[in-house]
């Protein structure tokens, strides 16, 4: 089997997997994006990933990123899901469909005055550190509403959701920590303006994505499942 085709059966078998457990969850597979972890993976990989179906793909580095948007063109869709630093947001503004990974003030501000130069408008995800972790990036719970407040008097963002990486638990102890995140969004959504769109959850990975369908993800991010462990 080639690398190509494994990429493709990988893919299948995730896709079913989605499909699976949004129907244990009464919920349709189309409201579930599948973004293929495409990091250290080189662009050949991803040109597979699209030949067979795959359209959305997450990178860690914005560097890499960067790289790969100028190699691939206007194929795969690129979302950033690792921290982003202030000084790296001019190599993803205006390259990728989403910013997952928004935990401050700061960054929201660098990202918006990018934004500014280019004429345009990002949207982003707040991330939030549901685990308390402090290897790990993102704000604290009770942070969210704060800096969701924040991001609302920013014309140049669009905020739409929620990211979390939770500890690296088995599937079964990750769910409290799903359902932490989508109460957490329920809640926000409750003060915000009708009509306001904020209505994505990403969350769940390789290990454990569908138990993050079933407790609400619309968003899942797998990488291992699809292109195997990182080289």
Request: with cysteine; net charge neutral.
């Amino acid at each position: 089997m080639t690398r190509a085709e494994q990429i493709a059966e990988n893919l299948d078998r995730v896709r079913e997997e989605i499909a699976a457990a949004a129907a244990r969850a009464g919920r349709r597979p189309e409201d579930v994006t599948l973004v293929a972890v495409s990091k250290t993976k080189p662009a050949a990989d991803i040109a597979a990933a699209c030949e067979a179906g795959q359209r959305d793909f997450g990178e860690n580095y914005a560097q890499e990123l960067d790289r790969k948007c100028d190699e691939l063109g206007a194929g795969p869709r690129f979302h950033m899901i690792g921290h982003l630093q202030r000084n790296k947001v001019k190599l993803v503004v205006g390259r990728v469909v989403l910013v997952q990974t928004v935990d401050s003030l700061r960054l929201a501000q660098a990202l918006a005055r990018r934004a500014a130069a280019a004429g345009l408008t990002v949207p982003v995800l707040l991330e939030v550190n549901v685990g308390g972790e402090w290897s790990k990036s993102g704000l604290a719970p009770d942070g969210a509403s704060e800096l969701l407040a924040q991001l609302g008097e920013i014309p140049q963002l669009e905020p739409r959701g929620l990211m979390c990486i939770p500890p690296f638990v088995a599937a079964d102890q990750a769910r409290p920590y799903f359902r932490q995140l989508r109460e957490l969004r329920e809640t926000l959504v409750a003060g915000l303006p009708a009509g306001h769109r904020f209505d994505q959850l990403s969350m769940g990975m390789s290990h454990d994505f569908a138990a993050a369908v079933e407790e609400g993800a619309t968003i899942v991010r797998v990488g291992t499942a699809i292109f195997g462990e990182r080289g």
